[in-house]
Structures are given as C-alpha cells and as structure tokens.
Nanobody
Framework: QVQLVESGGGLVQAGGSLRLSCAASGRTFSIYAMAWFRQAPGKERELVAAISWNSNTHYADSVKGRFTISRDNAKNTLYLQMNSLKPEDTAVYYC???????????????WGQGTQVTVSS
C-alpha cells in the first residue's frame, strides 16, 4: 500500500520561505515520478511542480523561479522548497504519485493528506 505523508506547512509572511516534505512508503520510490499539487479555497486543484524518476522537473508558470522540487531517493522523500512566497500561494499542498513507473504520468493515483500553507500580506 502506497502511503504519502506531507509535512512542513505553516503560516509565513509574504516574501518568506517554507520547505515541504513528503515521506513515501509502500514501494520502490526511485522509479516513479512525483508531484506537488495545491488547492486554494473555491479553486480547482492545480499542478505546482513535478519531477520524473530521473529528476527532470516541470513547474507551473506561477511558481517558476521561486519554487524548487527535488527528491532524495535514499530517504524516500520528496521536497518542495518555496521562496519569495506570495499571499496567492496560500493553499493546501498535496504530494502525489502515479501507479506507473518510469513514464511521464498522465494521471496521479496516490495522494497525501495535504499540508496547509498560509502566506500573510
């Protein structure tokens, strides 16, 4: 059973930084792409950043240059370093993983419980 557990959310002032972590268990972590999504109140869930099994990365335009996704396969952990945070980054952030290994996923099948990020102005 795949389990994803996020941590690291909190309240921060605009311009500040946070680092989110996602601890994965239940299968071989290193052969799967991973991603961070977020959902703000009243809005649809959106992809924030994704990383392939071999560490190619993709970012939403809204976070390019401010957020960095990374993975530590030895620790089975996914990270999201968020710098220069803005009030519009306020959302619940979710870690996600696909069922299929190696390929770029078209969908994500496993989700964490989410961690709240609140950026005050």
């Amino acid at each position: 059973q795949v389990q994803l557990v996020e941590s690291g959310g909190g309240l921060v002032q605009a311009g500040g930084s946070l680092r989110l972590s996602c601890a994965a268990s239940g299968r071989t972590f290193s052969i799967y792409a991973m991603a961070w999504f977020r959902q703000a109140p009243g809005k649809e869930r959106e992809l924030v950043a994704a990383i392939s099994w071999n560490s190619n990365t993709h970012y939403a335009d809204s976070v390019k240059g401010r957020f960095t996704i990374s993975r530590d396969n030895a620790k089975n952990t996914l990270y999201l370093q968020m710098n220069s945070l803005k009030p519009e980054d306020t959302a619940v952030y979710y870690c996600a993983a696909p069922k299929v290994a190696y390929v770029l996923p078209t969908s994500f099948d496993y989700w964490g419980q989410g961690t709240q990020v609140t950026v005050s102005s």
